[in-house]
């Protein structure tokens, strides 16, 4: 099983700063990886597929970046609505989802 | 507009099978288009369960794989998930999902206990 680690586990920030999430996966995954936020009482809302492809509606100051074993999530100046618990997920074999990162207001 | 239910029972005893239906409507199932499960135990990560395509091609999760079975009705427009043996640690919100991540059921949180 492909295992993701994601870092940190919590990230503290106030609005405006620059937000960096790391997904690190056990083994190459090439590009097949996906960027997930849910807020609760929501199901996960998908950021990005393929590791850097925004899905529809999701806003510039999100990115994503990455191959092989090492992916980034970025969001160059938070805004309040994106205070939230952010996943990534392969699909390289079967699908397997990292742990989370939760992006809390400092 | 695509959009995706879960129903099912609320509480389920442990040992006993959980059978959940998700119904969708907005886009048809093919060779490459696909409805399948993801829980999420309250506070924690979320798993992915199984996956079924309109070919009828199965996926499922290799450490869940014996407990689980995935079948879909086309002319409801429904896909049932069946999971044997339920214990207090499968208590989850699941949640039904189209095969390209932008569709999410609201979920459904089942409780196993006795």
């Known amino acids: 099983e492909i295992v993701l680690t994601q870092s940190p586990a919590t990230l503290s920030l106030s609005p405006g700063e620059r937000a960096t999430l790391s997904c690190r996966a056990s083994?190459?995954?090439?590009?097949?990886l996906a960027w997930f936020q849910q807020k609760p009482g929501q199901p996960p809302r998908l950021l990005f597929y393929?590791?850097?492809h925004r899905a529809p509606g999701i806003p510039a100051r999100f990115s994503g970046s990455g191959s092989g074993t090492d992916f980034t999530l970025t969001i160059i100046s938070v805004e309040p609505d994106d205070f939230a618990v952010y996943y990534c997920?392969?699909?390289?074999?079967?699908?397997?989802f990292g742990q989370g990162t939760k992006l809390e207001i400092k | 507009q695509i959009t995706l239910r879960e129903s099912g029972p609320t509480l389920v005893k442990p040992t006993q099978t959980l059978t959940l239906t998700c119904t969708f409507s907005g886009f048809a199932l093919t060779s490459e288009v696909g409805v399948g499960w993801v829980r999420q135990p309250p506070g924690k990560a979320l798993e992915w369960l199984a996956l079924?395509?309109?070919?009828?091609?199965?996926r499922y999760s290799p450490s869940l794989k014996s407990r689980l079975f995935i079948t879909k009705d086309t002319p409801k427009n429904q896909v049932v998930l069946t999971m044997t043996n339920m214990d207090p640690v499968d208590t989850s919100r699941y949640y039904c999902?189209?095969?390209?991540?932008?569709?999410w059921g609201q979920g459904t949180l089942v409780t196993v206990s006795s």
């Open positions: 079924v395509y309109g070919d009828d091609e199965k």
């Open positions: 999902v189209h095969s390209g991540y932008l569709y």
């Open positions: 083994q190459s995954i090439t590009n097949l």
């Open positions: 997920q392969q699909r390289y074999a079967w699908r397997t």
């Open positions: 393929d590791a850097s």
